[in-house]
């Protein structure tokens, strides 16, 4: 009963992020150490139609291969309940992006690092790194960064759960790719 209430806790939180993240995008210039931007509102599904949207997520391994990421964290992970992702493009370059992670216990702490990448002369480059740790079991990095028009660009989800000794659970990478045209 008691890892059906956390379970039920995790998911919710999930939920209201879904529905409760507005996107305020100003046109002036930015501190990108002090990032206060509003987070993107996040769709937890992945991408369907990419006729407008050409977003993809991917899950990355350990060897450098990657695989189109499909939502469904039962079949897949022991630790982590469920990841969301956004990258979106506003006025003059600016490139707004978003993770969200939650796991199915909470004693355990989850580490973010989004690695900010533009594809250029066949490599991924990272042009910006945010990191956010959580005590709990869930957690929101988000932040922002003006980029060129006509390139293919990424965020890079490194994503870690600590159990409350320390220990690592798991870690995966996930990746939301997206072209700024």
Known sequence: MKHKMKRILCLTFIFILAFSVTT???DGPEDFENDNTTAPEIDF?????????????????EDGT????????MA???????VAMSLDFKTLGKAVFSTA???????????????LQ???????????????????SSGMLSGSYYVTKGYK???RNAITVYN???????????????TYK
């Not at 992670?101 to 690695?115: G, L, Q, R």
């Not at 533009?118 to 709990?136: A, C, G």
């Open 24 to 26: 305020f995008a100003d």
């Open 153 to 155: 660009y990424r965020t």
């Open 118 to 136: 533009s594809y250029r002369n066949n490599t991924w480059k990272t042009l910006y790194t945010k990191t956010k740790t959580t005590t709990i």
């Open 45 to 61: 599904s992945a991408p369907t139609d990419t006729t407008f949207d050409d977003t993809i997520w991917t899950i990355e391994y």
């Open 101 to 115: 992670v939650a796991t199915n216990d909470t004693s355990y702490d989850i580490k973010i690092v989004t690695k």
């Open 66 to 73: 990657e695989e189109e990421y499909v939502p469904n964290p």
């Open 164 to 178: 409350s000794s320390g220990k690592v659970i798991e870690t995966y990478t996930l990746n939301c790719t997206r």
């Open 76 to 82: 897949r992970w022991k630790a982590i309940e469920g």
